[in-house]
């Protein structure tokens, strides 16, 4: 992730959840899980968008069994 902030463009959870078809509560789940880091912004999370790439370019095998699932669909 590069050290400017300026430079990072954060999702929120409903983008991420369609950006990897997959629902809301799963893009939660990964988040609490540490398996997809995110900053609480507010009541919120918001997501780096290079996180996201990081965790689609990896195999399904690696992601956790809930996130497999909803891929599966």
């Not at 690696?62 to 599966?72: C, F, G, H, K, V």
């Amino acid at each position: 992730m590069p050290n400017d902030l300026a430079d990072v463009r954060f999702l929120t959870v409903a983008e991420v959840a369609d950006m990897m078809r997959v629902s809301k509560m799963t893009v939660y789940r990964l988040v609490h899980s540490g398996e997809l880091p995110a900053i609480r912004f507010g009541r919120s999370f918001r997501v780096p968008e290079t996180a996201v790439a990081e965790v689609l370019a990896r195999p399904a095998s690696s992601l956790p069994p809930a996130a497999e699932n909803q891929q599966a669909r």
